[in-house]
């Protein structure tokens, strides 16, 4: 049961425009979202993390928007950069429940 | 650099065989967590440790179990392997292993049962 849906496997995008990579969630309990980013042979590395009491948060050229009523949320990067090709992975956690649930992750290619 | 080591990184075994995996945490972190990533699925949890108790339970096979030591290193024992237990078995720690906290992941080791 993938409470947790990446829809798009692969996005490409030219280098400095915006990449918007969305998930959706179907489980209401969810209150904590996370995205991570995953190269080849190595563990997912932490980008940035929404609670569901915010709809933005930013960090750099890191945006996550979480929208409750659709239960959907997205992470935009702007610019995209060469560096940021990789897999990227949505998940969230609920307030009764400590583990993680993942999406299965969107392939970002970002071209010269 | 996460700070969450995992060894080995790789490691190719027969059907039947008994493997352990081994996890350190980053420096300071109580909870330990277990994620399995099968070919093209997301990342499964699997079971999670809060100083050296079990927390949490996932779909973890009977045939798998783990635990946390005193040091807060964990292991994870996979016993009468099968061919599709091959996967990325990911450790993850974090400060309290509690909600809303950052999971840190390691690098992973790489199984391969033939």
């Known amino acids: 049961d993938q409470q947790v849906k990446q829809n798009s496997p692969s996005l490409s995008v030219q280098e400095g425009r915006i990449s918007i990579l969305n998930c959706d969630y179907t489980n209401s309990m969810f209150d904590y979202f996370l995205w991570y980013k995953k190269y080849p042979a190595e563990g997912p590395t932490f980008l940035i993390s929404i609670s569901s009491i915010k709809d933005k948060n930013e960090d750099g050229r890191f945006t996550v928007f979480l929208n409750k009523s659709a239960k959907h949320l997205s992470l935009h990067i702007v610019p995209s950069q060469p560096g940021d090709s990789a897999v990227y992975f949505c998940a969230a956690s609920a307030s009764n429940d400590y583990k993680l649930s993942f999406g299965a992750g969107t392939t970002v290619t970002v071209r010269a | 650099d996460s700070g969450v080591t995992q060894t080995p990184k790789h490691l190719i075994t027969a059907t039947g065989q008994r493997v352990t995996l081994r996890c350190s945490p980053r420096s300071g972190d109580l909870s330990v967590y277990w994620y399995q990533q099968s070919l093209d699925q997301g990342l499964q949890f699997l079971i999670q440790y809060y100083n050296g108790e079990e927390r949490a339970k996932g779909n973890i096979l009977e045939r798998f179990s783990a635990q946390q030591f005193p040091d807060l290193h964990s292991e994870l024992n996979l016993s009468s392997l099968e061919l599709g237990d091959s996967a990325l078995y990911f450790c993850?720690?974090?400060?309290?292993?509690?909600?809303?906290?950052?999971?840190?992941f390691g690098p992973g080791t790489r199984l391969l049962v033939l």
């Open positions: 993850a720690s974090s400060a309290r292993g509690t909600h809303q906290e950052t999971q840190y």
